[in-house]
């Protein structure tokens, strides 16, 4: 792939640039290209999501997000305050989470970067026994889906404010997920931004661990050469079976999002991985 700005009719229909990825070792500020401000608290009195809820305790890595400073609107501030400390969580690394106590029982998947929430708050409605632990750094699509779930009466969701490494690594217990879900992460298109990529080894030798057997690992790109690499890891990992002998076809249970109609609007052909945990 070449190292040149893409152009608007090559950038990829991904989702805010707001999905944690894995990348080993430390990270200097080099490492980054810029040293990263302070995050300034939406919150300050504890009532919405933390702007930095792991501080300093935790390792800085390459990250494949930036947290874009969008605009709140007072509607998702409202949600936010009301409802984040019923359904909210902060990804601080400090205690382990319980999944069966926080989910009432139900089995749980972890959705990984959801921008506005609209297929999430979709899919909790289609399947209410199931738990979604939607992962995310972006404010508004926070509060938006705070106010899905409550509007629809949603008690399925809980949202997580944070990296999504430091949940699975230091928060979440071995084999305590159905499921994980990554759509339309950013796929970083330049070959010297590609380490940014949440789909890598590393990351799924952490992911592998937090599923429990049967689990069901659901990738969905319209990036043709991140598809590519998604399929070549998702196979490599030995503790994976692919459902399909390549990419799958879209499951019905995985809502249209506007990301997936901009890549089609572009001609990009979207594809889907379905690969499930094998037994312990």
Same mark, same amino acid.
């Given at each position: 792939?070449?190292?040149?700005? /893409?152009?608007?009719?090559?950038?990829?229909?991904?989702?805010?640039?707001?999905?944690? /990825?894995?990348?080993?070792?430390?990270? @200097? !500020? !080099?490492?980054?290209?810029?040293?990263?401000?302070?995050?300034?608290?939406?919150?300050?009195?504890?009532?919405?999501?933390?702007?930095?809820? /792991?501080?300093?305790?935790?390792?800085?890595?390459?990250?494949?997000?930036?947290?874009?400073?969008?605009?709140?609107?007072?509607?998702?501030?409202?949600?936010?305050?009301?409802?984040?400390?019923?359904?909210?969580?902060?990804?601080?690394?400090?205690?382990?989470?319980?999944?069966?106590?926080?989910?009432?029982?139900?089995?749980?998947?972890?959705?990984?970067?959801?921008?506005?929430?609209? !297929?999430?708050?979709?899919?909790? !409605?289609?399947?209410?026994?199931?738990?979604?632990?939607?992962?995310?750094?972006?404010?508004?699509?926070?509060?938006?889906?705070?106010?899905?779930?409550?509007?629809?009466?949603?008690?399925?969701?809980?949202?997580?404010?944070?990296?999504?490494?430091?949940?699975?690594?230091?928060?979440?217990?071995?084999?305590?997920?159905?499921?994980?879900?990554?759509?339309?992460?950013?796929?970083?298109?330049?070959?010297?931004?590609?380490?940014?990529?949440?789909?890598?080894?590393?990351?799924?030798?952490?992911?592998? @661990?937090?599923?429990?057997?049967?689990?069901?690992?659901?990738?969905?790109?319209?990036?043709?050469?991140?598809?590519?690499?998604?399929?070549?890891?998702?196979?490599?990992?030995?503790?994976?079976?692919?459902?399909?002998?390549?990419?799958?076809?879209?499951?019905?249970?995985?809502?249209? @999002?506007?990301?997936?109609?901009?890549?089609?609007?572009?001609?990009?052909?979207?594809?889907?991985?379905?690969?499930?945990?094998?037994?312990?």
């Amino acid at each position: 792939m070449s190292d040149n700005p /893409a152009t608007p009719e090559s950038v990829p229909a991904s989702g805010p640039e707001s999905v944690p /990825a894995f990348s080993p070792g430390g990270a @200097t !500020a !080099a490492d980054e290209g810029r040293s990263r401000p302070a995050p300034k608290a939406m919150f300050p009195d504890g009532t919405g999501p933390a702007a930095d809820p /792991a501080g300093s305790h935790h390792e800085r890595r390459i990250r494949s997000f930036q947290p874009r400073r969008s605009r709140v609107s007072p509607g998702q501030a409202d949600a936010l305050r009301r409802l984040w400390p019923k359904w909210g969580l902060d990804i601080d690394g400090l205690c382990k989470i319980d999944l069966t106590e926080l989910f009432e029982g139900r089995p749980v998947v972890l959705e990984i970067g959801f921008g506005m929430g609209e !297929a999430t708050a979709q899919m909790a !409605a289609d399947d209410p026994d199931t738990g979604i632990l939607a992962c995310d750094v972006h404010t508004p699509g926070q509060g938006n889906l705070l106010g899905l779930a409550e509007r629809n009466g949603l008690s399925n969701i809980r949202v997580a404010n944070g990296d999504a490494i430091i949940l699975l690594r230091e928060m979440l217990a071995p084999g305590s997920l159905a499921g994980l879900r990554v759509y339309f992460p950013d796929p970083w298109p330049k070959k010297r931004h590609h380490k940014r990529r949440l789909i890598q080894p590393e990351f799924l030798s952490l992911v592998t @661990t937090r599923l429990a057997p049967g689990a069901l690992v659901h990738c969905a790109t319209d990036w043709e050469p991140y598809a590519e690499q998604m399929l070549e890891v998702l196979s490599a990992e030995p503790t994976l079976e692919n459902e399909y002998s390549g990419y799958a076809p879209r499951p019905d249970f995985r809502p249209f @999002t506007k990301f997936e109609g901009q890549g089609l609007d572009k001609g990009h052909t979207v594809h889907d991985l379905l690969f499930r945990r094998r037994p312990a």
